[in-house]
């Protein structure tokens, strides 16, 4: 229905233009502006309705914080990864203030928009839903998932953290629509308990369809072993934005 709307719009508007050359030439290129702006409309609509479907694409996990961007501020560390081929972009603040945080949240979401990219939002998915992020990541602490999502637009999605078999199987019964595992390697990013390993996402493959993603102390050199278990994306922290240069690491 959405894309039908769009579409008479867009055909609207060209008839609009093509009158308005022949009795108002000068307004013609106005209307054109707006064909064009309606198009990019449809564009942002039909991508943040196809969210579900846009993560089973995710490759590249990206997850963002003010406090390790490297030389960088935060939307320009996030553009860097994007143009390196992160395909979502976590916003990940633990120790700012809300209105801070909701400044990010919202430069993260123009960012993402215009360059056709996911975005989530860490534990807050009341910042989710005022910047219209596409869902929102919940650690083992945080709310319910079946109350998160009354706070979120339709359609938006959200993944869960999980450390061991019985938390992958928690997150599949609440109706996660993607689940973290982990840390598979060490990491200082945070204290997330003892190593899962990479059996956990074997064992967690066979237990689950739902898209997996493998986070901690993932770096371009212990890839190929992740790859050799199975794992389809990556959820990267530090690697990408504590790096000198995280288009590269991206990249890599």
């Known amino acids: 229905m959405v894309a039908a709307a769009c579409k008479r719009l867009g055909e609207s508007l060209r008839t609009i233009e093509e009158y308005a050359k022949l009795v108002q030439p000068d307004q013609a290129f106005r209307i054109e502006r707006m064909r064009y702006n309606a198009y990019t409309l449809e564009q942002r609509i039909m991508q943040r309705l ?20 490297r030389h960088k501020s935060v939307k320009q560390t996030a553009r860097a990864a994007i143009a390196g081929g992160a395909d979502c972009i976590q916003v990940r603040e633990k120790d700012i203030p809300d209105a801070q945080l909701l400044a990010i949240a919202a430069e993260l979401r123009d960012l993402t928009d215009e360059t056709g990219k996911m975005l989530i939002i860490n534990d807050r998915p009341d910042i989710a839903a005022l ?13 319910p998932i079946a109350d998160a999502r009354k706070l979120l637009r339709p359609g938006a999605i ?12 928690t997150a599949i019964n609440e109706g ?65 934005r ?3 240069d995280p288009k590269a690491v991206a990249q890599a």
């Open 176 to 240: 996660a629509d993607y689940i973290a595992v982990g840390p598979i390697f060490a990491t200082t990013t945070k204290n997330a308990g003892p190593l899962a390993g990479v059996d956990l996402l074997r064992q967690a493959a066979e237990k689950t369809p739902l898209p997996l993603v493998p986070i901690g102390g993932i770096n371009p050199g212990n890839l190929s072993e992740l790859k050799a278990a199975g794992a389809k994306r990556v959820a990267v922290s530090s690697a990408v």
């Open 158 to 169: 959200v993944g869960r953290s999980t450390h061991n078999l019985a938390q992958v199987q």
């Open 50 to 69: 196809m969210v579900a479907n846009r993560f089973e694409q995710v490759r590249l996990y990206v997850l963002i914080s003010s406090s390790i961007c």
């Open 131 to 143: 910047v219209g992020a596409d869902g929102v990541h919940l650690g083992q602490d945080d709310l």
């Open 242 to 244: 504590g790096a000198d």
